[in-house]
Each structure stands twice: as C-alpha cells, then as structure tokens.
C-alpha cells in the first residue's frame, strides 16, 4: 500500500502576547527573560495538586505556543525528538553571547568560564545518573557516536573469533549496526534474543542463550517502539555472572525515570540529550573507569593527546582521551541546563505523571477500531512506557500520520523507528507511533484520539 504525502502548506505562530491566544488555549503569557530559567516546581509548587505537570511546565516551552495548517498544535513524537524549555535556550545564546571561546586551551577569561560550565555540565550528567565520578562521563555527538566508541574501542581490542555479542530484535539500529561492523572485523558472533507471546523481549530465553562465550550484551532500557521496560539490574547481574559485560541503550530511559548507574551496575550507558530536553548535537557515554582507562583511542587529533612525536604520540586520561578536536560546547552546557530543569521537577515526579498519560493513551487508543498497538498489555505487574506504536487496519501509517498534521496539527511519527528487524518479526514494514512527554497533558491525547477518529473514518469512505 503506498502511502499518500500531500503539499505541506505553512504554518504561523500564536502571538505568546495575545490575550486571545492566551485564554483560548489556557496558556500562561511566556518570555525569554532570565527569570524563565526557575523551574516550573519551584516556581509553582503551590499550585494546586489538581493541576496536571504538562499544563504547569508547558508555558516553559516556546515551540508548543503555535498553531500548524491552522489547528493547535499537539506534539506527540518525543521518543523522536524532546522540545526545549526556555531555560535551555537562554544557556545557549548565554554562551554565545556572554562566554563563547575554546575550552581547555586558553587563559583568558573568556576560555576559562567556558571550560567551567562545560565541565560542570559533565558533572551534572554524572550525578543525574548517579555516576561515581564525572571523569566516567564521555561527551560524544549523540548516542549513536557513543555506542560506535564502545564498538571500536573496547570491542576491536576484546573481542576475537568464537566470541559471542548477544543482542535483542528490538534494538535500534544504532545499537546493531555497529556490532555488525566489529563481528566482522573480529569473528566475534551476534546472537539476536527474540520476543516472547507478551511482545517483550524473553528474558527466560536470555538466560539461556548466555554462556562463558558471551564477551558483551546489548539491551535497550525501553523499548522506542513496544514501549516495554527491562530489569536491567537483573539482567546486568545474569551477565556479570558469566564473565560478560553490558551497553544499556538508555535514550528512552534516562528522559522519563530514575536511572542510576551505580544501582544497575552496568558497564556502559549511552543516552542522548535532545530526547531529554537538551540540544541536538551531543549525547554522552558512560563507562566505569577501570574500563575506560584501560580504552585506546576512538578517534586522533586535539585535546585527546598527552604528548606529540613525530614518530608516536601519547594519550591522555579519560574522558578527554575520548574527546578529539573542539568539542560542542554550547551543546553540552545546554545539556546541563536541561538536566538542572528536569531535576528541579523531580525524575520521579516526572515518571510518575508519564505512567498516568501512559495508560490513559493506551485506553483510549483501543477504542479505535480495527487498531493494532505493539507491546506489552499493561498490567499490575507490567508497566508501558509512555508511548504507543500502532497500525490501523488496511491504513498506511504514513497515510495516517500526514493527514493528523495536514487536517489536525498533530505531530506523530510513521516508519521503522530504526528498528527494521522488529517490524518484520511483528510482520510489518512500519507503524505509527504516539510518544508523550511530561508536557503533555490529557487534552492532548483526547485531541489525537478524535482526530484519528477522523482520519480513519476519512479513509475508510474509500473502502
């Protein structure tokens, strides 16, 4: 079935000014002066509790103030990308404006209060994720760079034939094609985990596959298209028991809930800032030390050298053995401007609020007909991700998603999700997909519901 994409027409901004604007659509007026940075629970934590968390720290994000082909915007395609919150934005064009300059090479003032926020920035992405020490905080260009760094680094140098990599169907590619690669570089082999009858990875069966030729175990925390959640401390203990080392895959995770790295015991963690309200461009690895320090070199040049030869050069500690050339400066002190946000609210809070959204989105998608969500059934013992991937009966994705933005202004994603090997286990080249973040609110998912409604009512005139 081809999938219909029609002209996109403009769209235009509400003025954030307009009292119209501002009653029609119950939005506090917002700014971008520097008393925008104070987060939303601190700034009203004595509101009442009947207040939802997405319609609190809306007015903190410009970007969702707007209307797209003339319909309110309703953005649910946060497991894609998160929106930025105004105290984001100010850190950038701080910087920019204010500090700009090289980090770690200079004297002068300017230099110096650049190296400072990007360093404390890694010292917050340390304690957000409860690291030991923030010299096992890697800075990258995003997750997918940090996945590849473990691969060639510690994976060329570990691994040899016979050895075994074993991974689940439902990665991202980012987390398979770069063990692709290294197995066939090294004649290391990867070993795929399939689902079971609940749509989750089989975790029973994961015990069994692994063995003392199991060298690592690449696991997603959530899953970005079944919207499951794995035991990764668990599953870290079932690895360390036989000599094996874990990548959690932590984009979907580290956004929504409490991940503490210390707790899971994980080897190494990869996520990425602009699912959690932080600049694209950058993401990070984390890695326990004695691993680290023990890493060659992911890529020559600049910052990551302790002396130059001309015949051979030396290197330096971690993680500024891993960070060659001029980093993303701006991106990282972002980053550390979204994690201050995020914390003032409360990880906990946040996920709390998102359990809710997730199963009122779940409800109410079941009452489309004909509709087919992937993933686990909620449960009391079986908690979703806030997050719902979909098909509707005879009716493209793609098809789907382009008349929800072109008749509705709602924001959903349709394809693979980079995740092709799970589509064809489920039998399917794509889906539509549904993701909400904690600045959403149940009006939004009341207006995607009606609006998919009337989409496959539209469609199904044709039938």
């Not at 029609?24 to 509790?49: D, N, Q, Y």
């Not at 230099?111 to 304690?127: F, G, I, L």
């Not at 015949?311 to 891993?322: E, I, K, L, Q, V």
């Not at 980079?418 to 009341?446: M, W």
Request: hydrophobic share 40%; charged share 20%; with cysteine.
């Amino acid at each position: 079935m081809e999938a219909v994409v029609p002209k996109l027409p403009p769209f235009n901004f509400l003025n954030p000014n307009s009292t119209v604007a501002v009653r029609r659509l119950g939005f506090r007026r917002f700014s971008f002066s520097s008393s925008s940075s104070l987060s939303p629970s601190v700034s009203v934590s004595a509101e009442s509790e009947s207040v939802s968390l997405g319609r609190i720290t809306r007015p903190d994000f410009p970007i969702l103030h707007q209307e797209v082909n003339g319909k309110k915007l309703v953005y649910l395609d946060n497991a894609a990308t998160s929106q930025k919150p105004v105290a984001v934005i100010k850190a950038l064009q701080n910087y920019y404006e204010a500090y700009n300059s090289n980090v770690h090479r200079g004297i002068h003032y300017l230099s110096a209060k650049a190296t400072d926020e990007y360093e404390m920035s890694r010292k917050k992405v340390a304690a957000f994720i409860n690291a030991s020490d923030s010299r096992e905080i890697v800075f990258t260009r995003n997750a997918t760079e940090a996945i590849n760094l473990v691969a060639y680094s510690w994976g060329l140098s570990n691994l040899k034939p016979g050895d075994e990599i074993v991974l689940t169907i439902a990665e991202h590619h980012s987390a398979i094609v770069p063990w692709q690669l290294v197995s066939q570089k090294t004649g290391a082999m990867l070993k795929f985990l399939n689902l079971n009858e609940d749509e989750i990875p089989d975790l029973d069966k994961l015990k069994e596959m692994l063995s003392r030729k199991t060298k690592l175990v690449v696991i997603h925390h959530v899953s970005n298209v079944l919207a499951s959640v794995l035991p990764i401390e668990e599953i870290v203990h079932w690895a360390h028991d036989i000599g094996a080392k874990v990548l959690v895959d932590a984009c979907q995770s580290v956004p929504h809930m409490v991940v503490d790295v210390q707790g899971l015991d994980t080897d190494f963690l990869v996520a990425s800032s602009h699912k959690m309200c932080g600049p694209t461009g950058i993401g990070f690895l984390y890695g326990k030390s004695v691993l680290l320090s023990a890493m060659p070199p992911f890529l020559g040049g600049g910052e990551m050298i302790s002396d130059v030869f001309l015949d051979h050069s030396t290197y330096a500690d971690p993680p500024s053995r891993f960070e060659a050339g001029t980093p993303a400066i701006g991106e990282a002190i972002g980053l550390g401007a979204a994690i201050d946000y995020l914390s003032a609210i409360g990880m906990q809070r946040i996920h709390e609020y998102e359990m809710e959204l997730a199963m009122y989105l779940y409800e109410n998608l079941l009452s489309i007909p004909n509709v087919r969500i992937y993933g686990p059934k909620p449960s009391e013992n079986v908690h979703r991700a806030a997050l719902c991937s979909f098909n509707v009966e005879n009716i493209h994705p793609t098809d789907i998603a382009t008349i929800l933005d072109q008749q509705h202004g709602v924001a959903i994603r349709s394809g693979h999700h980079c995740a092709q090997p799970l589509h064809r286990h489920l039998g399917v080249n794509a889906s539509a997909r549904a993701s909400l973040y904690f600045y959403n609110t149940k009006e939004d998912i009341d207006d995607f519901i009606q609006a998919l409604k009337e989409t496959v009512n539209f469609f199904n005139m044709f039938r």
